[in-house]
């Protein structure tokens, strides 16, 4: 089945500034996503996106499919951005239908 | 719109007994689907219902089961409780299955003892 790699899995920041995350995928896919983990453990959505470019805020995302990478930037780090951040894939068809695979995460810390 | 439901938040229970989890969809939406957070083992996908039907099963032993009701809400049972089976369960829904953008529940954290 499909590989979903992150990194890196762990990350340390001052408030302010800026970072990238990524994610590796093994074959192409049909759903991309990006999560936060609140400390309750519920995942908030931050983008859907099996290809292309998206940004909402502070927050962007860029998928390369034939690259197989998807990359998460956040800009100008806040304390609130600390939290474990997944990124998740799906394949196409009957035997994949609603699996997400997902990586093991980047736990980021933000410092005031 | 309201968000995806889940019941309860929190629940302990013995080994050996079973227990019982709900989760009501986001309105419109008819696929729901199952994980499992463990800090071994990630997150695993347990299995999805579509309109009361099980399209999709993980790697799971068949004390795991769900069932999906005609109003789309969805419940998974674990029977034999081990101590392994302490997780946080999240279920997710979307509007057809996992090419479409999945929303997840606020989960329930169960503990085994």
């Known amino acids: 089945g499909i590989q979903v790699e992150q990194s890196p899995p762990d990350l340390i920041l001052q408030e302010g500034a800026n970072s990238t995350l990524r994610c590796n995928f093994s074959?192409?896919?049909?759903?991309l996503q990006w999560f936060h983990q609140n400390p309750w453990g519920q995942l908030i959505n931050l983008f859907y996106?099996?290809?292309g470019t998206k940004q909402n805020g502070r927050l962007s995302a860029t998928t390369v499919a034939t690259e197989r990478y998807s990359l998460l930037y956040i800009s100008s780090s806040q304390t609130t951005d600390s939290g474990v951040y997944f990124c998740a894939a799906s394949l196409g068809g009957s035997s994949n239908t609603g699996k997400l695979i997902f990586g093991q995460g980047t736990t980021l810390q933000v410092k005031p | 719109k309201a968000g995806v439901t889940q019941t309860p938040r929190y629940l302990i229970k013995t080994r050996g007994q079973q227990v019982t989890l709900s989760c009501s969809p986001i309105?419109?939406?008819?696929?729901v689907s199952w994980y499992q957070q463990t800090p071994g083992q990630g997150l695993q996908f347990l299995f999805e219902y579509f309109s009361e039907t099980q399209r999709n099963k993980g790697n799971f032993p068949g004390r795991f089961s769900g069932r999906q009701f005609s109003n789309s809400r969805s419940e998974m049972n674990v029977s034999t409780l081990e101590l392994g089976d302490s997780a946080l369960y999240l279920c997710a829904s979307s509007f057809f299955g996992s090419d479409y953008e999945q929303y997840f529940g606020p989960g329930t954290r169960l503990t085994v003892t």
């Open positions: 074959d192409s896919v049909n759903n």
């Open positions: 309105s419109g939406h008819r696929s």
């Open positions: 996106i099996p290809s």
